[in-house]
Each structure stands twice: as structure tokens, then as C-alpha cells.
């Protein structure tokens, strides 16, 4: 475990996956990630990588040959090799080898940088293309945030706000895989309320948001996180059923469709990174 630490935050992250499993505000004495109970789930913030979400028959086909992948792929189960590059950073790295190749046939080198500045923390994903052909791939966040905050205040009492003005349209799963439907989730302005209800049904999956903050927050205390994401065409909000956490998801990638005929060159949300290419991505939680 590579422990990261300023004057306001210190975080854990372990080599498993490259996984962030605490987040404390030193001030607040606050830990915002999830425990990673397993009686409900057992992760606290998995990168998703090189697919997002669940492909139709856990099988994708490329070059006319069919591969299996699990739901969010492999990365989150891979260790890689860490780096601590000082108090405050850190930088976790996985490449391709002979187990990759069989379920994933591309060369990558994906690495994960985690960087605290001052109450902020933040996650950069670069992904480089050292193969001779182009890399297709997804890449997504999963960082699961402990609700309440503190425990005079229920999970009912918390609230997401959007930084924009958003009609928010779920995309609604059918067994994992984006159906044909559309539900308006009930907004107050740029405010969506958080009841455990939402996530009866799976995943909030939206769609081009125009939001790039999302503030996690309630009425009723001080405390809370400003989530900070660019360029990230899809968002997933997530959380177990009646589980005391909530997952602010943003990706480079989606489940595949119930249409979809499967082929990863024509999936929708892939990403193509040429040779010699360099993709980068980032996101960040900044305590309040």
C-alpha cells in the first residue's frame, strides 16, 4: 500500500488494481471512500479498463474471432508495478503480457497517476500505444464515496448538484446492456436529491453531460466533495442496493447495446489510440 499525504488529506492506494481505498480529510477527520464491505460491495474505486460496463454475452469480436471479458474487464484485478514519486504522488503502471493478449489482443501500457494538491486529490489516466496497430479500448472511473458523511445526517439528507443547467435522461439496462428507453430522473433545478431508490433498478448511465463539477453535498452540514471530470462523453452514478455509498462514474466508454452485433471496432464509446499514440484523461475529488 502507497500511503499520500499533505497538510489537509491523506489517501491509501494499494497496487490491486491501482486502487484508491481512502480518502481522509485531516481537518474533518472525514474518510470519504468506501469501506469496501462486501455485504454489500467489495470495492472502493476499480478503474474500468479496457472495456466499460458489460458486453452483450460477455463477448466482443475482433478480426472475426470472438474474445470474453468480464463486466469492466481486467485491469481492476491486475497488479501493477508502483512508484512513489514523493509525499504527494504516485504512479501505478500495467502492460500487456501473454494473459492480456488472450482475452485482449493489443499491446497498451496504461498508467495511473495520483497526485494531492492541497485539499484536492487528483487521477490521471495515460494510456500509450506501443504495438503496431491501432489500440481500441475503453477507460473509466469508479470511486465509490461513504454517505452520510458524518453520522448525524442520513443518506436521504445528501444531494448531487451539476454545475449546468442539465435535462438528465437515464439511459435504462436491460441485464447490464443499454436498452432503448430514456427515464428523466426528478431534478430540482441542477439538483438531483439522493434517495436509495434511484439505483433499484442498476445504474444512473447518462450521456453527454454539459457538467464538468458535480458536488456531493447536504443542507443540513458543511461537509462534502466538488468531483471535477473533462472530456468524458458518458457517466454512470451507482450504488448497491440500499448501501450507505454512492459512485460518481465518469467514462471513456458504455455497456454495449441490446442491438449491438458485438463487433469492438463498431462499439459505441471506443476509443482508437494509433501507434506510438498517447490518450490521457483525468478527474479529481476536492474536500470540503
Not at 45 to 57: A, E, R, Y
Not at 176 to 197: C, S, W
Not at 221 to 228: A, L, R
Not at 257 to 275: A, D, F, V
Amino acid at each position: 500500500m502507497i500511503i499520500l499525504q499533505n497538510e489537509w488529506l491523506r489517501a491509501a492506494i494499494v497496487p490491486i488494481g491501482a486502487e484508491l481505498q481512502s480518502l481522509q480529510n485531516k481537518t474533518t477527520g472525514i474518510e470519504h471512500m468506501w469501506s469496501g464491505d462486501a455485504a454489500y460491495w467489495g470495492k472502493h474505486s476499480p478503474v474500468l479498463f479496457p472495456i466499460v460496463g458489460t458486453l452483450k454475452q460477455d463477448t466482443y469480436y475482433y478480426e472475426d474471432k470472438a474474445y470474453k471479458l468480464p463486466r469492466h474487464g481486467f485491469a481492476r484485478e491486475k497488479i501493477f508495478t508502483a512508484q512513489q514519486v514523493g509525499d504527494t504522488e504516485a504512479v501505478f503502471s500495467l502492460g500487456d503480457d501473454a494473459a492480456t493478449r488472450e482475452v485482449f489482443p493489443f499491446e497498451f501500457l496504461l498508467q495511473i497517476r495520483y497526485r494531492l494538491q492541497g485539499k484536492s486529490l487528483s487521477c490521471y489516466y495515460e494510456i500509450s500505444n506501443p504495438g503496431k496497430i491501432d489500440l481500441l479500448f475503453s477507460i473509466g472511473a469508479h470511486p465509490a464515496f461513504a454517505l452520510p458523511f458524518i453520522t448525524q445526517s442520513n443518506y436521504e439528507d445528501h444531494y448531487l448538484q451539476f454545475n449546468q443547467q442539465e435535462e438528465l435522461l437515464r439511459w435504462k439496462l436491460q441485464e447490464g446492456l443499454i436498452g432503448n428507453t430514456t427515464e428523466a430522473l426528478p431534478t430540482n433545478g441542477n439538483r438531483l436529491a439522493l434517495q436509495h431508490t434511484l439505483f433499484y433498478e442498476d445504474a444512473i448511465v447518462l450521456k453527454n453531460l454539459k457538467s464538468n463539477k458535480i458536488t456531493l453535498a447536504s443542507d443540513k452540514h458543511p461537509h462534502g466533495i466538488h468531483f471535477h471530470f473533462n472530456d468524458f462523453p458518458f457517466f454512470g452514478i451507482w450504488a448497491a442496493k440500499d448501501a450507505p455509498f454512492i459512485c460518481l462514474e465518469p467514462w471513456c466508454g458504455i455497456a454495449d447495446s441490446i442491438h449491438h452485433h458485438q463487433h469492438l471496432e463498431e462499439k459505441e464509446g471506443i476509443e482508437r489510440l494509433t501507434p506510438g499514440g498517447l490518450f490521457e484523461k483525468s478527474w479529481q475529488v476536492e474536500c470540503f
